[in-house]
């Protein structure tokens, strides 16, 4: 039986090159359509209603909270690699064909090129026109940061920033994951960083309760991040901008922040546009200070936002190139062993 599961499986992620190639052009066709309900959604209503029901079990105390936390993030991450993995045994059990356009499908579904792109030019345009209010009301809805007392200057920054740290939390770590261990893996991935959006603050209610969902989360990034940085300095090279520059301020930068993985890129982002990035931020209303990434060798300008999204787009292109290459590569490894 065990003998006969392995085959199945290795049949099924025989295809995961293509799928996540194809997975990759389709999100850079349509992006996130509003009427196709999201995965991410049910996800979230997962961690919220787990939470719920955690919470009334465990003490209300420090240690008991912590306890509640490490067994929802148990839960979810088995949640989060079981339900995509089965339901993919049984569409390739049924027809290959069925297998890969689901395995496709369920890529396609994980990542956000595209959106993060459309996001942040709704940001631009707004600023174009010299609305501060609409502007400030654009940034909110991709950022976390309160956006009330944002200037240009700030919501321009914020998306920026916002941009180059999701091309590895919304489309190179995908990839990367994708191409490791197919959707499931994937899944399981995009499980852990909703957990950690949703209930990875410090604040009262959640640095016990999601202590290790931010652990996890940071774990799970730590070689991703590395990665897109890396990535992002070549699309630099590769479109003009200082690549020069996005290597040196990203070895010099890079751990310039709470986390050990955002700086990583937004660093690299801030050599390439020769500009300064983060520092001080409101988050729910309590001042966070945090070193500046990069040198203000300009001011930062609108057309910075769309700079950004050129970086995007060309990592994107080249992580799935590199991926589905490595992929390959392992493939032909195992054929031969």
């Not at 359509?33 to 029901?53: A, D, N």
């Amino acid at each position: 039986m065990c003998a006969l599961l392995r085959k199945d499986y290795g049949q099924m992620f025989k295809w995961t090159p293509l799928a996540l190639v194809l997975g990759f052009a389709i999100d850079l066709l349509l992006g996130d359509p509003r009427w196709l309900y999201h995965p991410v959604r049910v996800i979230g209503m997962e961690i919220s209603f787990l939470e719920k029901k955690l919470r009334g079990v465990f003490p209300k105390t420090p240690e008991g909270e912590r306890r509640a936390g490490l067994l929802m993030v148990i839960l979810l991450c088995i949640l989060g690699f079981a339900i995509p993995a089965g339901i993919l045994f049984l569409a390739y059990k049924a027809h290959t064909l069925l297998g890969i356009l689901l395995e496709t499908f369920l890529c396609y579904q994980m990542l956000a090129a595209r959106s993060l792109k459309e996001e942040s030019m709704k940001v631009y345009r707004e600023l174009k026109k010299g609305d501060l209010e609409s502007s400030r009301q654009a940034v909110s809805m991709i950022v976390g940061r309160d956006t009330q007392d944002l200037t240009f200057e700030g919501v321009t920054k914020a998306a920026v920033e916002t941009v180059a740290e999701n091309t590895s939390d919304g489309e190179v770590a995908p990839l990367f994951y994708m191409a490791l261990g197919g959707p499931p893996l994937l899944y399981l991935y995009k499980t852990v960083n909703t957990m950690d959006s949703m209930v990875g603050y410090k604040n009262d209610r959640y640095l016990n309760f999601g202590r290790y969902g931010a652990k996890l989360d940071d774990a799970v990034n730590y070689i991703p991040a590395r990665i897109s940085a890396l990535l992002m300095i070549g699309a630099a090279w590769i479109t003009g901008m200082d690549g020069k520059n996005a290597w040196r301020i990203f070895k010099r930068d890079r751990y310039n922040h709470a986390s050990p993985n955002s700086a990583q890129t937004e660093s690299a982002v801030a050599g390439a546009l020769d500009i300064q990035l983060a520092g001080n931020a409101y988050y729910f209303g309590k001042l966070y200070e945090k070193p500046t990434l990069g040198d203000p060798r300009r001011p930062v300008e609108f057309e910075d936002i769309p700079r950004a999204n050129r970086l995007l787009y060309v990592s994107a292109v080249l992580a799935t190139v590199l991926f589905a290459g490595i992929r390959l590569a392992i493939m032909g490894i195992f054929s031969l062993i």
